[in-house]
């Protein structure tokens, strides 16, 4: 659709589909999902086209047609809507709920052949919304690698808030910096944000690409000659190959105590000497329930994996007899 905007320019409005071109979708779908247009009865060539111009069918390179992730349309849609400037912006703003039902079906039916399981975007806005749309529907967790030193403290006071919406969701994170990152004031004050919400930061100084990953389920790659295109990956086996990737680099990257405080805490002590939960709790005459729940913050602030291996790394910290 095209309306007429400010001084005469027309601007096109993209169209959600409507009941017709919506079982169509689900006609094709379960029938595989790949398909070729003179296939479709001519009755629903309308329906069809309706469903072209909402960026939910695509054509093959083998002359068939496939259907697109409900989702990623979704995401497309909102960012044609906002492209359209003022005028036009409270209709970006409107829920795309209409597809969660497509979604769903999308989700649980079996396909042959999947469609559009690479996506390489090069346009800043279009990057921007699909990492959006990936973050909210994120709900286990997020691994992170992000080379280079310091980042933006502006960017950084932003991932500070959205940090918090996540962890409120249940959504955990991993991240890699290298080591440039240890030495940038916002960075280093992110970090101990983060960490003390329970995620974990981790520096590794090796070369490495940009890359995240969203619930194990989309992968995020930069380009290996240009960072400004981004590679969003669906495909399983690929997204396992960054998983892989990541676990490995995970494993060898130095852990750090990124929230040091000034105030020496009495456990430190007594756990660089080996003693356990039950001793600890009787030399400070506190409960063993209380002192579980210090060697647990514990153990997250110094990014240890068990008792032993958070007892090693304060071992490290204390001054020679």
Not at 40 to 63: F, S
Not at 118 to 134: F, K
Not at 139 to 148: A, D, N, R, S
Not at 277 to 304: C, H, N, P, W
Request: glycine fraction near 8%; charge should be neutral; hydrophobic fraction near 45%.
């Amino acid at each position: 659709m095209t309306v007429d905007g400010v001084d005469g320019l027309t601007v096109r409005v993209p169209v959600l589909p409507d009941a017709l071109a919506r079982a169509l979708y689900l006609a094709l779908l379960a029938n595989g999902g790949v398909f070729r247009p003179a296939d479709v009865p001519e009755g629903d060539a309308g329906a069809l086209e309706r469903l072209r111009a909402a960026g939910l069918v695509v054509e093959l390179p083998d002359g068939h047609w496939g259907l697109v992730d409900p989702r990623r349309a979704a995401g497309l849609l909102q960012a044609e809507y906002r492209s359209t400037g003022i005028e036009l912006l409270l209709r970006a703003e409107q829920p795309v709920a209409v597809l969660d039902d497509l979604a769903v079906a999308y989700e649980r039916t079996p396909r042959p052949l999947d469609v559009g399981l690479i996506t390489n975007l090069s346009v800043l806005t279009e990057i921007q919304q699909r990492l959006e749309n990936l973050a909210m529907d994120c709900e286990q967790e997020i691994l992170g690698m992000q080379p280079g030193g310091g980042r933006a403290a502006a960017t950084l006071r932003l991932a500070k808030a959205s940090a918090t919406q996540w962890r409120n969701r249940g959504v955990g994170m991993r991240i890699i910096y290298q080591p440039g990152a240890r030495t940038d004031p916002a960075t280093v004050d992110y970090a101990a944000h983060v960490t003390a919400l329970g995620w974990r930061v981790r520096i590794l100084d090796e070369p490495f690409h940009r890359a995240l990953v969203f619930d194990r389920r989309v992968a995020v790659v930069s380009g290996y000659r240009d960072n400004t295109v981004a590679s969003f990956i669906e495909d399983p086996v690929l997204v396992a190959l960054v998983v892989d990737r990541f676990e490995r680099d995970w494993a060898r990257a130095e852990r750090v105590r990124w929230n040091r405080s000034s105030k020496p805490d009495p456990l430190v002590p007594l756990l660089a000497q080996g003693l356990t939960q039950r001793a600890i709790a009787k030399r400070l005459r506190l409960s063993e329930r209380t002192v579980a729940a210090q060697i647990a913050r514990l153990r997250e602030e110094y990014d240890a994996e068990s008792l032993f291996q958070l007892g090693w790394q304060v071992r490290g910290e204390q001054p020679d007899p």
